[in-house]
């Protein structure tokens, strides 16, 4: 009772389309979740984000869920997670997205889950890392931990969104480190982001977790960037 009086007053709209969603839908509405353009990358080893990496770094797997398109559904979904604090966004995304992980072999193998990981001002400033509610979901249902603690981010940088190219990849390999011990030796490490773009960063990060003895990589991102 209580609850429907809230929602009277201050209706909930959807994050992809700022439609008011009805009852029996949450985050998302039913039109915004038919039109998502979906990448499918789980259904192919070698689709487009692997080929992103290849000959860069050697990945088990690599995918997106959802491709991005400038002022499409999926740009305004990813900033309000990232800039708004709709961190439930990254919740319903995992969760979605996980269904389709739990059916590909090569991530059986998944020891832990890991997030790009934000510098501790940047951290400080939006309160939140945008990638943590997504991480979390899979996390759930992947049945594999989350760990916030191995890769670090040493430098602060601006946001990504509003550097050239050039910018996004100067010196980004001095960027990140991680903190192990020899427990972390010979995992298979699932690094994952919001939207891949050029991949430098992905690569960055795979780089320093492959300073870890035996150390696998995979990469799963909410989206990828499609011109």
């Known amino acids: ?22 009852t029996n839908e949450n985050v998302i509405c039913t039109v915004c979740r038919h039109d998502v353009p979906l990448t499918n990358h789980h259904l192919s080893l070698e689709n ?12 088990v ?31 319903i995304l995992g969760e979605w997205y996980a269904e389709d992980l739990k059916e590909i072999q090569s991530l059986q193998s998944i020891d832990v889950i890991i997030p790009v990981p934000l510098h501790r001002r940047k951290l400080r400033e939006r309160g939140y890392n ?19 603690t191995i890769l670090r981010r040493n430098i602060y940088s601006k946001t990504q969104s509003k550097k050239t190219l050039l910018g996004r990849t100067e010196g980004i390999e001095t960027i990140f480190d991680v903190s192990f ?29 492959l300073k870890i003895p035996g150390a696998k990589i995979s990469i799963v991102c909410m989206a990828m960037a499609q011109s």
Do not use: W
């Not at 009772?1 to 009805?22: A, D, T, W």
């Not at 400038?70 to 709709?86: A, D, E, F, S, W």
């Not at 759930?140 to 916030?148: G, I, M, Q």
């Not at 994952?192 to 977790?209: H, P, Q, Y």
């Open 61 to 91: 797997h690599a995918s997106a869920q959802l491709y991005f398109h400038k002022k499409g559904i999926v740009q305004q979904l990813i900033h309000n997670l990232k800039y708004k604090g709709h961190e439930e966004i990254g919740t």
């Open 1 to 22: 009772m209580f609850k429907s009086i809230i929602n009277l007053f201050f209706p909930k709209v959807c994050s992809g389309c700022n439609s008011f969603l009805l």
């Open 181 to 209: 011990t020899e427990k972390d030796h010979d995992k298979h490490f699932l690094l994952i982001d919001d939207v891949i773009t050029t991949g430098s960063t992905l690569e960055a990060c795979s780089r320093a977790l």
């Open 48 to 59: 487009e984000a692997f080929k992103k990496f290849y000959g860069r770094i050697p990945v």
């Open 130 to 148: 945008q990638v943590t509610s997504f991480g979390l979901a899979l996390s759930r249902t992947l049945s594999k931990p989350y760990d916030d």
